[in-house]
């Protein structure tokens, strides 16, 4: 016997009550938990609060950049003045150098053509000996007795005095030539010397100058370009903050939000320390790790926290060959951290992880011995996670 079919009012009816049902555990489900809506605003405000935190440093560094530029741009304008007057004086010194050298060119030109002379001379001078000394000592008392008479007399003593007052005369003029040539050659000697030292510290001086300049003008370049980065990164947080900032005003009107997490890249160098302990290179002798990547590992107590050092996503959570247990956090931007050796996983892969957040423990590292291994990514490149860390 067939079933009775059932009126057609009360189809209606039965229709109309499933359909209602249906709706309200429709619109049940679109309304945003109390719970969720309450954590999604806790951590937006948290990242909120840390992007100004960093904001606000990036701008005290941009302060600091831009007095240290002024500092050295003065510096500079002093170091260039200096290196203009060493370049004069050096220019000086060169030009008191090349009189003096040509100077003492000429001097000693001058004794070598007196030398020569003197040279020359000697075969005279050597007969002129041999004549008084054929005539003997007594040569000019001969040549006066030789005299026939008063006039020949007076004639005589005229040569003999001229003879004697001419040869007196020559070797006391070669004589005093040549000593004072030579001490003029001394004397450009000492001051070729003296400018010669004087013309080497001036040119010490002016390349001293010039590379203290060079070096100023290379550190005001490095602040341009940190100031430039620093814009850069702190446009980045201004931008991401405005994306916070929009959430917010979402999550409080009940509206859908999407994440909006926080870029890596503006927090260079501040970023905390994913566990306490002593730092060694990974690759070095005694680590399981190879060179290159630029990863280190941090000897710690086994079981001591580890926390994550920015904000993202778990990408990967789970065992992996050589690392141990090993979770990668996904910061955006193809940026990426990475914990390895540890002793358990407490983060599910896709899932949100805060700054802060414990995600594991330390565990036993390949080669011995409890330690946590930490890797850096940026732009999917190894980068030095030491750079990118807190001071310590």
Known sequence: ??????????????????????????????????HAQQSDRTRTESQSR????????????????????????????????????????????????DR?????????????????????????????????????????????????????LGRALRMVGAFARLDRERVAAYQGTLEALKSARSDLQKRMQRTEALRIEAQTDAAGAAAAAQARAARISDIDRRRDLNAQLA??????????QATLRDLASGLPTKDAPLPLRPFRGALDWPTTGTVRRAGQPGTARERG???????????????????????????????????????????????????????????????GQI???VGQAPAGGPGLYFELRIDGRPADPLQWLKPR
């Open 1 to 34: 016997m067939l079933p009775q079919a059932v009126p057609t009012r009360s189809r209606h009816a039965l229709r109309s009550r499933t359909v209602a049902v249906a709706c309200g555990l429709a619109l049940l489900n679109c309304q945003p938990q109390p």
């Open 50 to 97: 840390h992007a100004t935190e960093r904001l606000q440093t990036l701008q005290r560094e941009a302060e600091g950049l831009a007095a240290e530029e002024r500092t050295l741009l003065n510096e500079l304008r002093r170091l260039e003045l200096a290196r203009e007057i060493k370049a004069e004086q050096l220019k000086e010194a060169t030009t008191e150098a």
């Open 100 to 152: 003096a050298r040509l100077q003492l060119q000429a001097t000693t030109a001058r004794i070598e053509q007196l030398e020569h002379q003197d040279v020359a001379a000697r075969p005279a001078l050597r007969a002129r000996l041999v004549e008084i000394y054929k005539l003997g000592r007594g040569r000019y008392v001969r040549l006066l007795l030789s005299a026939r008479d008063a006039r020949d």
């Open 235 to 244: 446009g980045e947080l201004q931008a991401a903050q405005q994306k916070l």
């Open 293 to 355: 990547s630029g990863a280190i590992e941090i000897d710690a107590p086994e079981g001591t926290p580890v926390r994550a050092v920015h904000d993202g996503s778990a990408a990967f959570a789970d065992t992996f060959m050589g690392f141990g247990n090993l979770v990668i956090l996904d910061h955006g931007a193809q940026a990426y951290t990475l914990y390895g050796d540890l002793l358990d996983v407490l983060v599910s892969r896709g899932g949100p992880v805060e700054r």
């Open 359 to 361: 995600i594991g423990h």
